[in-house]
C-alpha cells in the first residue's frame, strides 16, 4: 500500500490511532442509508474536513472497492484507517466502522428472539430518508466535478447508468467500463486489467447451525459477494433458507431489513442472523465470517492502487471503473429520491437539510442525527 498520511503538525502515530477509531465509531453509529450514502459521508469527513486524501485519490479508492468482493463502504474505511495511521488504522479503522452496528443489531437480535417481532422504526426512517438524499446527492455532484473532465468521461458515466438501470449485473458494468477506459487509451491490446482477486474456496459444511458452521458460511459469502443488500438478500436465501435450512423466508426478510436500518454496513444482517441461529456466539462468529475477508482483500489489493494509477493501461482502466462507479451512485441517488421524497414533511426535512449543507457546511452526521429525530417528532405529533 502507499505510506501512511504524514502530512506537517499530524499527531503522532498513537494519536493518530485514537482519531481513526473515534471518528470510525461516530461514523458506524451515525451513517445510516446503505453503501452510497456512507461513502458519502466519508467523503464530506476525510476529503472536505479532515483532508486525509485528496479527491481524486478518494475516487482511485472507490473504483477499487467496487472490484473486490465484500462491503465497499466497510472496504473504504479499511482503506482510509491504514493511509492515517499504517496497518493498525486499517484494523482499528474497519472494526470501529463494524462495531456500532453489530451491538445495535445483536440488541435488536435479542428484542427479536426474546419476544417474536421487530421494533417499529417507520418515524426514524422517514426523517432520515431525505437527508441521506442530499448527503448523497451532494457527494455525487463533487465526484462528479472531479471525474467528469470531458464529454468521453460523461457518456461513459451515462452509458454505466442506463445499463444498470436496465439490469445488467454491475460488477459487469464495472468490468466493460474499465476495459472501454482502457481501449480508449490505446492500451488494451488484447490484455486485461482487473483488481479483482481470485474468491476464497471456502468450503461450508451442511450442518446444525453453530459458531463455527456460522463463521464459515458468512466468510464465504463475504468472499464471492458482489452488489448490493438486494443481491445478499439472494444469496443469504439460496444458502440459509434453502440448501441449510437455518432460517425462515419471513425470518430472513426481518434480518435484511434490520441490516437496512440500522446504521453502518447493511452486512451487520450476518450479525442478527447469527443471533437467530445460535445466540451470542454465533452473532459473534457470523459477523466475524462476513467482515474478515473485506480486511484480506483491502490487504492484497491495496498496494495495487498506486501502481495501477502509475500505469497508462492499468490506469485508464481503473478511470472507466471510477466513472461507472459514478455513474451507478446516480442510479442509486434517483433511486432514493423515488422512496424518499413520499410526503410534503420528507420534502420539508430534505429542503432544510439541503440548506444547512450547502449554505452553512454543517456536519453530515449533525443532519443525519436531526432528520431522525424530525422524522420521529412530525410522526407523534401528528
Same mark, same amino acid.
Given at each position: 500500500? $502507499? ?6 503538525? @499530524? ?8 482519531e481513526v477509531a473515534l ?7 451515525? $451513517? ?31 473504483? $477499487? ?7 465497499? &463502504? ?5 482503506? #482510509? ?9 486499517? !484494523? ?21 428472539? +426474546? ?80 483488481? !479483482? ?30 452488489? =448490493? ?18 432460517? +425462515? ?18 452486512? +451487520?444482517?450476518? +450479525? ?25 482483500? !483491502?490487504?492484497?489489493?491495496?498496494? #495495487? ?5 502509475? =500505469? ?8 472507466g471503473v471510477t466513472l ?6 446516480? #442510479? ?10 413520499? &410526503? ?10 439541503? @440548506? ?7 456536519? &453530515? ?18
Open positions: 500500500m $502507499a505510506e501512511p498520511s504524514t502530512t506537517s503538525g @499530524a499527531p503522532p502515530e498513537r494519536g493518530r490511532l485514537r471518528v470510525f465509531l461516530r461514523l458506524g453509529a451515525t $451513517a445510516f442509508g446503505g453503501p452510497a450514502a456512507h461513502v458519502a459521508l466519508m467523503q464530506d469527513e476525510f476529503v472536505e474536513r479532515r483532508r486525509w486524501v485528496d479527491r481524486a485519490r478518494f475516487l482511485d479508492l472507490l473504483g $477499487a472497492v467496487n472490484l473486490i468482493p465484500g462491503p465497499n &463502504s466497510t472496504e473504504m474505511a479499511i482503506h #482510509l484507517g491504514y493511509i492515517r495511521a499504517g496497518w493498525p488504522g486499517l !484494523v482499528v479503522a474497519g472494526a470501529c466502522f463494524i462495531l456500532p452496528a453489530a451491538l445495535m443489531v445483536s440488541a435488536i437480535g435479542w428484542a427479536y428472539v +426474546t419476544y417474536g417481532a421487530l421494533p417499529d422504526a417507520t418515524a426514524v426512517l422517514s426523517g432520515l430518508k431525505p437527508v441521506v438524499l442530499v448527503v448523497v446527492a451532494d457527494a455525487l455532484v463533487k465526484f462528479g466535478r472531479t471525474a467528469l473532465t470531458g464529454w468521453f468521461q460523461a457518456a461513459l458515466a451515462a452509458a454505466a447508468l442506463a445499463a444498470a438501470a436496465l439490469g445488467v449485473d454491475e460488477l459487469l458494468v464495472l468490468a466493460a467500463a474499465g476495459a472501454i477506459g482502457a481501449a480508449r487509451a490505446g492500451a488494451l491490446r488484447g490484455r486485461a486489467a482487473a483488481l !479483482v482477486p481470485l474468491p476464497l474456496a471456502l468450503a461450508a459444511a451442511t450442518a446444525p447451525a453453530t459458531p463455527a458452521t456460522l463463521f464459515w458460511v458468512f466468510a464465504k459469502i463475504g468472499s464471492v459477494l458482489f452488489g =448490493s443488500g438486494y443481491v445478499l438478500l439472494a444469496f443469504l436465501r439460496t444458502e440459509l433458507v434453502e440448501r441449510l435450512g437455518w432460517l +425462515t423466508t419471513p425470518q430472513l426478510l426481518d434480518a435484511v431489513a434490520v441490516g437496512q436500518v440500522t446504521p453502518g454496513p447493511v452486512f +451487520t444482517t450476518a +450479525t442478527f442472523v447469527g443471533w437467530i441461529a445460535a445466540g451470542p456466539a454465533g452473532a459473534a462468529a457470523a459477523t466475524a465470517g462476513i467482515f474478515l475477508p473485506a480486511f484480506v482483500f !483491502v490487504a492484497l489489493s491495496g498496494p #495495487l492502487v498506486t501502481r495501477i494509477r502509475a =500505469s497508462p493501461v492499468a490506469g485508464a482502466f481503473l478511470e461507472a462507479s459514478l455513474g451507478l451512485m446516480a #442510479l442509486v441517488t434517483a433511486q432514493l429520491g423515488l422512496d424518499a421524497l413520499a &410526503s410534503h414533511a420528507s420534502w420539508a426535512i430534505g429542503a432544510v437539510a439541503a @440548506a444547512l449543507l450547502f449554505g452553512f457546511r454543517v456536519n &453530515s452526521a449533525w443532519l443525519v442525527i436531526g432528520g431522525a429525530a424530525a422524522g420521529w417528532a412530525i410522526h407523534f405529533l401528528r
